[in-house]
Structures are given as C-alpha cells and as structure tokens.
C-alpha cells in the first residue's frame, strides 16, 4: 500500500508541486473530488437558492449528518452540524449553567481558543479556569492521568479534554481520564478536533457528555466542516451559539438550521469519506501516515540530536521532535516564517516547556524525502 500512497496521491489535492507541505494538522487540504463535489452543491443552491433552502437542504442535510454518523458510529440524533470545533465548544460552553465559584478543568496542552473560550465563561458566570499542568516531554500516559486527576475538586463541573493536543501532537489515554472524571455532577466535554480521520472513532463509546470534532482536519473535508455529538441524557439545554427559527424543537434540529448559509462543506462529507476508499481505504491510509509520521520523527531526532516529545503509542499522524539548542532563544514564528521563505517549507514550531519544538504532519500525499529536506534546511 505505501508505494501507491504519498507522491502517488499527491495529484488529487491542489497543493502546488513547489511547496513542501508538512502542516496538514493546522487546516487540512482538501482533495480535488470533494472540492467538485462541494461546488456541485453549490451550483445547485444557485440555481433556485429559495428551492434550495427550503425543498433540497433538509433532505440533504439529513442524509449527510446520517453519512457522518455511521463514520463516527453514532446516532444522527445526537448529532448536530457545526463550522469548526471552536464553534462545538463554544456551544456547549455557552449553554451550561455555570455559578460562581464552579470549576473549568482544562489542562497545559490543551488549544489556546478553547482556553480563550472558558475566560470568557468566567467574565460571565464566576466560573473559574483550572489547569492540569501535563509534563512534556511525555514518558507515557500516566502522568497525563495523575496531572488531571491532581486538579480534580468537589467545584469542578466540567472538565475539558482533548483526543489529539495542538501543540503537543499526543493521544490523550481518553478512557482512564473520562474514568476518573466524570460523575452525575462534573462533565467531560472532548475536543476532538484533530480525531476524524486521524482515528478509528466509536465517539458514544468514548463515554463523554460532549464530543465535537473537525472534518476538514483528518477527513480532509472542505473547511468549516465540523460536528458537536451530545449524549441524549445531556441534550437538554445544549443549544448552538447561535438561535434560529428551530429553538425549543430538539437538538438536532436546532443545529440544523442557524441562519442562512453555505452547507456545501457540510453536504460534501459523504464524498469525502468515499474519497478514502479510493485511494485504498482509511485504515491502510492511517497506517500509512502513522508509519511516516514515526519514521520521519526518529530520523528528524536522530539527525538533530534531540528527541521526540511523546513515545509511539499515543502518536498518530503527526509528532513533534525537540529542535537544535540553538533555536531556543529563536522568537518561535521567525523558524517556520524563515523555512517558508526560504526552502518553500510549511510547518509549525511551537515552544512548550522553554524549548522550540516542530510538529510535523503526515498526510496521504506526504513522503519520506519531505522531512529529509526538513532536516537538512534546519541543519544548513
Ligand atoms: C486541539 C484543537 N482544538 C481546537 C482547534 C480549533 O479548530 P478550528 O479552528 O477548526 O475550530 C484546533 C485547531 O488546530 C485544535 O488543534
């Protein structure tokens, strides 16, 4: 399968030949097929938009979320259309009833916005941020479980996980911490944003209040295409940031319709999940991307003297490796501005604990001679 993945596939996305694009994590790229599949709808929205809006999307929006539901094995009732994970948890934030003096748990590696988000919800409420300071680098899952655990408290009400962290690349061990934090009175909401495609989801398995997960990361989607799952005994007062002509009749039916706007990314994820069977299939393709995602990392550490920041088996397709000593004092924009300028290279360095660590990517159209570049533009 490796030998018809990566420089094989490469023809289906629009990525120019001249760039080397290791930074599928930050916005995906979407295929040429899904895009034409994305237009179509649209061109039919064009046609009669009143036609549309009022005879067409229904139907096909139910189809779509049903498409999608039996991707992530859920029920498409528990399932509501939104634009991006940001605008998941922002909906699930928003509707909880929070009081002074409750706890948000989030913890050090989770996305800035979503931190941004729960500030937002203490301006508000009186609710109060906690983080769960996760070592990194990372030997195993232990120590993830005993730092969320250390800030468990009677006034936690919510505690926010992610499945994938930003800028740590790390599988979060989902069902020992959902095990230690949930209870009838404290809820786990999980940022998935980087899981659709990335993982093999059973999301109601998973055990969570909330999941919201983004397509156009993993799944290749076109981009605002994303969906927040509710467990149906927690369905009841979650509503979309935004209320339109549906309130009061239903989750999934408030989130399918909140305005008028462009669903094509959203009426586009069936093709795109049949997209993947064409190129061989999804599990070969995140076997695929793991194994490159690894051997690129050990290389890239090996070559730079470093290491990687979190071991194999809570990697998936992208991983982050330490860079040189003489980067730490480097402002951390300037390295991934200066590989963009110079060496037509796409790929994001973040600092985390004092030190400048890059997250590669491993998408279905990258291969090995990529990150080889990668590591000699870092070394020259
Ligand atoms: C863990 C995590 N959460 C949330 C987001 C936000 O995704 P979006 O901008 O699509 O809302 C990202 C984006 O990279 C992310 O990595």
Redesign the pocket.
């Known amino acids: 399968m490796a030998a018809s993945l990566g420089q094989a596939v490469r023809h289906h996305w629009n990525l120019r030949d001249d760039i080397i694009f290791l930074n599928h994590?930050?916005y995906g790229a979407t295929p040429k097929a899904v895009l034409a599949e994305q237009r179509r709808w649209q061109d039919l929205m064009e046609e009669n938009p009143v036609n549309f809006m009022r005879r067409v999307l229904p139907e096909a929006l139910e189809k779509a979320r049903a498409d999608l539901a039996r991707f992530l094995r859920a029920d498409p009732a528990d399932l509501g259309f939104v634009e991006?994970?940001?605008?998941g948890?922002n909906a699930v934030l928003r509707s909880l009833d929070f009081q002074p003096g409750d706890e948000i748990l989030v913890t050090s590696h989770?996305?800035n916005?979503?931190k941004q988000t729960v500030h937002f919800i203490e301006e508000k409420t009186g609710a109060a941020i906690e983080i769960a300071e996760v070592p990194f680098p990372l030997e195993g899952p232990d120590s993830i479980v005993a730092a969320v655990k250390a800030k468990l408290s009677d006034r936690t009400r919510l505690v926010i996980l992610?499945h994938?962290?930003?800028p740590t690349a790390t599988i979060q061990p989902l069902k020992e911490l959902i095990a230690a934090c949930k209870s009838e009175r404290r809820l786990v909401l999980v940022?998935g944003?980087?899981a659709p495609g990335m993982l093999d989801l059973d999301v109601p398995a998973i055990g969570a209040d909330f999941y919201t997960g983004?397509c156009?990361?993993w799944l290749c989607a076109p981009k605002g295409c994303?969906f927040l799952w509710v467990a149906p005994d927690r369905q009841a007062g979650i509503h979309p940031t935004t209320i339109s002509h549906p309130f009061r009749q239903g989750f999934a039916e408030e989130f399918s319709w909140t305005g008028t706007r462009d669903a094509s990314a959203w009426l586009s994820v069936g093709a795109t999940i049949g997209f993947f069977d064409s190129i061989g299939g999804l599990p070969a393709i995140r076997a695929y991307c793991r194994d490159l995602a690894t051997e690129a990392a050990e290389m890239l550490a090996q070559a730079w003297g470093t290491g990687i920041g979190t071991p194999a088996p809570l990697r998936g397709s992208m991983a982050t490796i330490r860079l040189p000593d003489r980067f730490r004092d480097v402002p951390a924009q300037t390295i991934p501005d200066k590989l963009w300028e110079k060496h037509r290279i796409e790929v994001p360095v973040h600092h985390f604990g004092g030190d400048p660590w890059v997250r590669i990517s491993a998408a279905p159209y990258n291969h090995i001679q990529e990150y080889e570049i990668l590591r000699d533009s870092m070394l020259g």
């Open positions: 994590g930050s991006n994970a940001t605008g948890v989770g996305y916005a979503v992610d994938i962290t930003s940022d944003a980087h983004n156009h990361k994303a």
